[in-house]
């Protein structure tokens, strides 16, 4: 063990240069676990004791301070020149020091073992006041040889190997003692320095000055002095007799231009990290990992989320996501250790309740004594968004019932669907990505002439369609009709083509089935249209010449004839005329089964005032009152079959009027979303309900000849004329207030 006396000589602070920085300077002396810094008076009181390594044998400072070492219970091994080793009592070590001689023991105390220097201290005058120790605990070294000689080289590396000075003056500003390293390093001796005026040495520095006279005050205090280009610290601690006088000030010196150095290089690399946090292009803030209240942010996170500055550091982390993603974020939070934990796609909340996606980068570390998460992160809500779109698009493509498959700028494939596997039979295992498409059947058919015709549709407008026989692996033979597009990056170049492609062999078979039932319907309908024209011709021709002979008998035999045999010839006659009626009808009918070669304008209102006015002695003669009650418009059909529909309805309405009140017949139009909705009313007879459809049958009527005349056609021929156009007719009536019939002719583009 060993103390320093209270009572130092007068000795002026050195700072200390060295050419190595290490930890502390005092604190690697006084702090360290296996040292013990003391000093007693000439009685062998000890009046200081400081040093971590006091702990380990199980006393306090207190506890010791006013005890004379001799009253202890330890000893020491000394080794003295050629005698070897002697062990020494505490009475004998304080007399050798006191006599002049520094001893270096190692003592036992408390169970511990110390490697000690024992020196003396001197007043100004040269005289021995007392006794100063520094003592390394080396309990643990002694268990091997090498512990120990690691021990002993770290015990020599403290006293002579540190840059530093430890030192002392009185209360006159003499320095009284100085050891250490540091004395070396500057190229000193204790001596040089011994004697000394402190204040010599501060080289007029005000703040060394300061600091000095404070600590001369009893206050500890420190400084910082360049000498030669390089920066010293020093620490003074005063110490004190037990009135409370100033003893002596202990100091301890050492350089710190290497930490300065560091501490510079710190400072800038703050200002760095400060610089790349402030002007980030990323969002980034700061919260503490307990409260998750904000403390930093950069600008780019408060335009961000929408907040200012001050508003921002107000906000906790909670006020930054929405509810259902804030406990699904912390707990990844919690479980981020010091390595960045990366979490993508997190929504977030801006001031006005919009909600953003961030890919986020979180770290935990300690900042300014907290533990705190480092947030790092980029807006991606146009990705996302874009991902979602891309995952809704895929989702129904994977719906539709047509096979779909993209290919790129080489014709190789990079999606294809379920319908497309289906249809090119992909067996389990095979993956036809970055194959090429051809690979999915044996070879393909189509026209040379069809296929120039599809490639140069293809290259002027980006998209084609072409119907094409595939002969596939398996054999099947399948007919396709395929619409492909090209696919174009953003700078407009072609990287690609996706192609919707549905089988029609089913349906193409349908088709060509269909189209030689109309070529031998069309073939029946021709024959039949031939066989009307010839029946009409061939069945006329021997009722014009019935006709003939009648009229001419009854000319010339007119007299001879009885009254009766008069009235059969009429009879017989009109019979006639009513067959030609028939057949005359019956041709027009046929006619009507041709479909409309031309499709016109048709200027209703014009075309109904044409039908009036052939229709004028017969309407006239019946007395009818003729109304149009609202703006006829202009529909696209075949001209001459409106024509004829229109004057049917309204003869219909002249021959079925009532004798019982004046014949009122009415034509308008309504317009709705597709089509012309006409009627024609009139307050005619009407008819029963039970009637409705089968007014509209060939040959059908309702009446005898003798009561109402007609071949019973005209209705059936007003049907077939509305369906030529797509339409609908029908009739409300009632046998006490007439009959309204209702017709459809749907709209066309050109109208």
Known sequence: MGILHEAFSPLPVIPVPGGECYKSRLEYILNSEALILFSTDRYGRIDFLEGEGLARTGFQSEDLVGISIQELDWTATVRSGNAGLRIFSPSQILKSVLQGEEVEAEAKFSGRIFRSRFSPLRYESGEIQGMIGLSLDITEAKKSELAFAQSSRDFRTAIEGLPIVVFSFNPVAVITFAEGGGLKRLGLLAEDLVGKNIFERSEGDPESMQALRASLKGEESRYTLRIKGRSFETRLYPRFDEKGRIT???????????????????????SNYRNLFENNSQIMFLFEYDSLAILKANGIAKSAYGYDGEEFLRKTLSDLMPPEEF???????????????????????????ERFYVDITATRFEFNGKDCVLVAGAEVTERVQSEREKRFNLAILSQISDAVIALDSERRIIYYNKPAEEMYEIEWGYNPIGKPYSELFRRDWMSEENKRAVMEEYERYGQASAEVIHILRSGKRIRIDCNFKKIKDEDGNDIGSVMVIRDITDKVRV???????INDLETTNQELEQFAYVASHDLQEPLRTIASYLRLLERRCSPQLPEEGKEFIQITVDAVKRQQNLIESLLNYSRLGAKIEVWEKIQTESLLKDVVHDLFAGLNAADVDFRLESEMPVIVGGPEQIRQLFLNLITNAVKFRSKERRPVISVSARESREEWEFKVADNGIGMDPKYFDKIFIIFQKLHSLGEYPGTGIGLSVCKRIVENHAGRI?????EARGSEFFFTIPKRGSE
């Open 248 to 270: 002596q000030v202990l100091g301890v010196s050492n350089e710190i231009t290497i930490r300065e150095a560091f501490e510079k290089r710190i400072a800038e690399s703050e």
């Open 327 to 353: 406990g699904q974020f912390t707990d990844r939070i919690r479980g981020t250790g010091s390595r960045p934990n990366f979490i993508p796609e997190v929504r977030h909340l801006k001031k006005n309740g």
């Open 511 to 517: 088709r060509e089935s269909l189209e030689r039932a």
């Open 730 to 734: 029908w009739v409300v009536s009632d």
